[in-house]
């Protein structure tokens, strides 16, 4: 079986793909983790084919003696200080990140490494200037430290595929939601509230526009990319691509719960809260050749399944 290891494996997606990995019979997988965001009871539990080592990517004598024991076949980095009020609270930490992102791709061009899978946002677009924000003609715009690092890990990819030859994927995530995603983001966080009754509370008025993927399409697109060498050295924006207000996904929320949970609006975040965020998914669709979850669909999955 090929060797696969995955950073942020404690967290929401990291979780999922490593869990939807371990158990396809094709991969042995080694997940990483230094629990700043990530969670243990997210792990896959253990089997002859997943293992996990709590480390820090950011500290190359702990992630080095993994990788170079191990002779990964594919390297998934999805290890990152996450989370927009974290990020914007933590700045310094956050540029932390770019030194594991080094740590990572010296160490994947000198164990022989076949592709390194990348986790970037869509933060790096910022304030968008173009709808449906596209992979190659919309400009990477934001100045906010978790943007900025995004971005630098990109440019970090494609200079080491041209100086050494290491191939790479970029996936541009967009809101992911699902069963293991952490209480700091806005679908576990609602579903959560409605649930317990408790009232829901929104920055601002409500109508910044975002797009939800449900976490199966995320790994299903993942999956093809990594079975058929889709998207070599090339970047994918994996998300939906159906907008909804924020206000509007509380409402559907309450309803699909049958809560009595009320909408509470709190004064607008200062930065870090785009007005709107929808992705041209075109290069997803046509690997996934499937329909997306719908949302009112993959949040009954997720209230069925849910970990948070």
């Known amino acids: 079986m090929n060797k696969v290891l ?25 997940g990483v ?30 992630i080095s003696c993994i990788m170079t024991a191990n002779k990964f076949e594919f390297v998934f980095h999805y290890a990152a200080v996450v989370g927009v009020q974290r990020t914007l609270d933590n700045p310094i930490k956050v540029l932390e990140d770019i030194q594991g992102i080094k740590n990572i791709l ?26 449906p924000q596209n992979e190659s003609t919309t400009p990477l715009n934001s ?3 978790y943007a900025v690092v995004k971005n630098v890990g990109e440019s970090f990819l494609r200079s080491y595929q041209k100086e050494y030859g290491l191939p790479f994927t970029i ?27 408790k009232p829901i509370t929104l920055f601002g008025d409500g109508m910044q526009t975002r797009t939800f993927c449900y976490i199966e399409d995320n790994l299903e697109t993942t999956w093809q990319c990594l079975e058929n060498n889709h998207c070599i050295n090339d970047v994918m924006n994996l998300g939906n691509d159906q907008e909804i207000s924020i206000k509007e996904l509380a ?9 009595k949970s009320s909408i509470i609006h709190l004064p ?18 046509a690997i996934i050749n499937r329909p997306l979850t719908d949302l009112e669909e993959g949040v009954k999955l997720t209230i069925k399944q849910r970990m948070f």
């Open 106 to 131: 010296d160490l994947s061009k000198n164990t022989g490494v076949k592709r390194v899978f990348y986790s970037s946002s869509s933060e790096v677009y910022g304030e968008p200037v173009e709808f």
């Open 268 to 285: 607008a975040l200062e930065e870090g809260d785009m007005t709107r965020r929808k992705p041209d998914i075109s290069k997803m669709k």
């Open 143 to 145: 100045r906010l430290p």
């Open 171 to 197: 996936f541009r995530f967009f809101n992911t939601y699902g069963p293991r995603q952490s209480e700091d983001f806005v679908v576990a966080k609602f579903l959560k509230l409605a649930i317990e009754g």
């Open 33 to 62: 983790d230094n629990f700043l965001t990530g969670s243990a009871f997210k792990l896959p539990q253990s089997s002859e084919s997943f293992q996990f080592i709590k480390a820090d990517v950011n500290n190359f004598n702990d």
């Open 251 to 259: 409402q559907r929320i309450i309803n699909i719960t049958s809560s």
């Open 6 to 30: 995955i950073t942020g494996a404690a967290g929401n997606i990291g979780s999922a793909l490593a869990h939807k990995l371990s158990v396809s019979g094709k991969y042995q997988v080694i």
